[in-house]
């Protein structure tokens, strides 16, 4: 069965610091995979997008990685801000016959305090 | 400006009213989807279309419909709603299906639509 989990659920941290969030996926087989960000109450916006010949990619302070092997991908945030408190949600596209299909994962919900 | 805009932005109605909730995107887009969103469940999928008379089912297509007859427009429809299907939706669009993984071929999502079923 195709799944993305994504850990930790939830994550508190001072503002200024680094953090990491997981994602690790079933999908087979893999065609890419995306990190999106969400702030309450509005639609998620694209943080980037990687195929399995990609192994990493930024975005300003964002930064993902790709391990199509063992099937994880992380999304580093550097030098936290406060607007970076948002939940972030993993996203993989398989490569099969469902063109259409993306799996979502549950998301982290991060919150960065000053 | 480049937007996905959805009509209404928020909705109470009763239990067996239909109702149709839009969608409309300005980049020409090919593929556009409609999710819903539930606390603790995250985005699921309720339809997908990868072109105009091209739609297909996603993880939760139980109770709802879609036509894509223009493809600018992908109208989200409830013929008989119930409150199981209280919860935020989102329509969202992108150039190609999603299986093409170029920078370019990135999701935009529309403001949502909070719909409460009573």
């Known amino acids: 069965k195709n799944q993305v989990e994504q850990s930790p659920q939830s994550l508190i941290i001072l503002e200024g610091k680094n953090c990491t969030l997981q994602c690790n996926y079933t999908v087979s087989p893999f065609s890419n995979l995306r990190w999106y960000k969400q702030d309450t109450g509005r639609g998620p916006v694209s943080l980037t997008i990687?195929?399995?010949?990609?192994n990493t990619k930024s975005n300003g302070r964002y930064t993902a990685t790709l391990d199509a092997d063992t099937k994880q991908s992380s999304l580093h945030i550097t030098a936290s801000q406060l607007s970076d408190s948002a939940s972030y949600i993993c996203v993989v596209a398989d490569r099969g016959s469902t063109l259409g299909r993306l799996y979502f994962g549950r998301g982290t919900q991060l919150t960065v305090w000053p | 400006e480049a937007q996905v805009t959805q009509n209404p932005r928020y909705l109470i109605t009763v239990t067996g009213k239909k109702l149709t909730v839009t969608c409309s995107q300005n980049?020409?887009?090919?593929?556009m989807s409609w999710y819903r969103q539930d606390p603790g469940l995250g985005l699921r999928q309720i339809y997908y279309s990868m072109n105009v008379e091209v739609t297909d089912k996603g993880d939760v297509p139980e109770g709802y419909k879609v036509s894509r007859k223009e493809k600018r427009n992908f109208p989200l429809i409830l013929e008989s709603p119930s409150p199981n299907q209280t919860s935020l939706y989102f329509c969202a669009s992108s150039l190609n299906h999603p299986q093409q993984g170029d920078w370019y071929n990135e999701q935009f999502f529309g403001p949502g639509t909070r719909l409460t079923v009573l």
């Open positions: 990687m195929t399995f010949s990609e």
């Open positions: 980049m020409n887009h090919e593929y």
